[in-house]
């Protein structure tokens, strides 16, 4: 009887050891068709994409593969390193006043008031518009002799501006069309934060005497921090890749006085068919976003959020 128990269980393994063989998951037919869209329109345009850069390639002309040639231009062109000044300048200004302000308004908002969901859905139709209408509208209203803002400035005794038509305003009046259209993408998230801090740390630094500036800084801002990093980095993403608004509004002028990488890297691939310069723009343009990403991100883990010692 002994053996016969002892025997059994090798019987048995023997008999589920075909089962164990490998076999095709079932699922792979509803997964290639997505990798194959994976590797058609994201892989292989940037594989594509590294090609061209390393060959030289204008339109009506063959190829010529030239190695590294094309990246070691960009340092010695001044173009595009005053375009990588302007992108950094805008990007910037892009995302910490829209944080600043989408803040406040997040504040503002969280606080009951009569007519607040009807103020909240008004503050929010700007990022509902069109990049195309919203150029149309800021370039009228940045006209030096017909635009509102100079109308508006000659009201409060101050002298009219050139706005978008002079090289040292230009890029502050695009931040501005930026700030007054993305500003509602961070109230409603810093509005979500905020729905989530509970009531009891309120209740007692009010019970302690904390004023209102003592519980946003020490309590608020704190807790809604980690929400604050993710509105920034939507917000760097964004802006580091504007085209639309600054194409309608300016065409990267007067002269080159706002042309981001963007661009300068459309001039170079649509206007100059510099096609394997242009994939190099484009590849350093990628590495520019990639690092600005990472670094938010780094200075996310670095944050202590709710652990003392812990990161995110």
Do not use: C
Not at 259 to 282: C, K
Request: proline residues 8%.
């Amino acid at each position: 009887m002994s053996a016969l128990t002892r025997t059994t269980p090798a019987a048995a393994d023997n008999d589920a050891a075909p089962e164990r063989e490998w076999r095709p998951p079932s699922y792979w037919p509803f997964v290639i068709p997505a990798l194959v869209v994976v590797l058609a329109i994201i892989i292989f345009p940037w594989l594509f994409t590294i090609w061209m850069s390393l060959n030289e390639w204008k339109v009506g002309s063959p190829t010529t593969f030239v190695g590294f040639a094309n990246y070691w231009r960009l340092p010695n062109d001044p173009r595009f390193v005053e375009a990588v000044g302007h992108t950094i300048l805008y990007t910037v200004l892009s995302v910490l006043l829209p944080l600043v302000f989408g803040t406040l308004a997040a504040v503002v908002f969280h606080a009951k008031f009569p007519g607040r969901g009807f103020l909240r859905g008004v503050f929010i139709m700007p990022m509902m518009a069109t990049p195309v209408a919203i150029a149309l509208v800021w370039t009228m209203m940045f006209h030096p002799q017909l635009g509102v803002l100079n109308y508006l400035l000659s009201l409060a005794g101050l002298p009219p501006q050139l706005w978008v038509f002079h090289p040292a305003t230009v890029i502050p009046s695009l931040v501005l069309v930026e700030t007054w259209q993305w500003t509602p993408l961070v109230m409603l998230i810093v509005l979500g934060g905020l729905a989530a801090i509970p009531v009891e740390p309120y209740e007692s630094a009010q019970i302690d005497g904390a004023g209102v500036w003592q519980m946003f800084r020490y309590i608020t801002l704190p807790l809604i921090t980690p929400f604050l990093f993710i509105a920034g980095m939507i917000r760097m993403i964004d802006a580091v890749k504007s085209f639309d608004i600054i194409f309608a509004i300016t065409q990267g002028g007067p002269g080159s006085a706002s042309e981001t990488i963007n661009l300068y890297l459309y001039s170079v691939a649509f206007i100059y068919y510099d096609l394997g310069y242009g994939s190099a723009i484009a590849v350093v343009f990628f590495l520019l976003i990639i690092a600005m990403a990472a670094m938010m991100l780094h200075l996310r883990q670095r944050t202590l959020w709710t652990e003392i010692g812990g990161g995110a």
